[in-house]
């Protein structure tokens, strides 16, 4: 099992940057793909950005429009989110989540998630 804590989220204005970390700790994670996802209220959770744990190879939703980038620290086991330019549509809950299915957008093919952390867009 797979333990993950989110943390950075908060409160910034339109164009602003942010950057969120996810702790993740448990078993050994080199099969992994980790995740980022978001939830705004009233509507379903939805894919952010992946990558692989052992390779670092990286995949986005096309909403994203190459203003996030995700990364992780193998050393340290993190995964990160920089977002930039953010826009008030940004706002959400943003979790971090660990599969193994490389590529997936699916929530359901993700099995261990953390608690999520608010990030709030002001126009």
């Known amino acids: 099992q797979v333990q993950l804590v989110e943390s950075g989220g908060g409160l910034v204005q339109a164009g602003d940057s942010l950057r969120l970390s996810c702790a993740a700790s448990?078993?050994?994670?080199?099969?992994?793909?980790m995740g980022w996802f978001r939830q705004a209220p009233g509507k379903e959770r939805e894919f952010v950005a992946g990558?692989?744990?052992?390779?670092?190879?990286?995949y986005y939703a096309d909403s994203i429009q190459g203003r996030f980038t995700i990364s992780r620290n193998t050393a340290n086991n993190m995964v990160f989110l920089r977002m930039n330019r953010l826009k008030p549509e940004d706002t959400a809950v943003y979790y971090c989540?660990?599969?193994?299915?490389?590529?997936?957008?699916?929530?359901?093919?993700?099995?261990?998630w953390g608690q999520g952390t608010q990030v709030t867009v002001s126009s």
């Open positions: 448990g078993r050994t994670f080199s099969r992994n793909t």
């Open positions: 990558i692989s744990w052992s390779g670092g190879n990286t």
């Open positions: 989540a660990a599969g193994l299915l490389f590529g997936s957008k699916t929530p359901a093919d993700f099995g261990s």
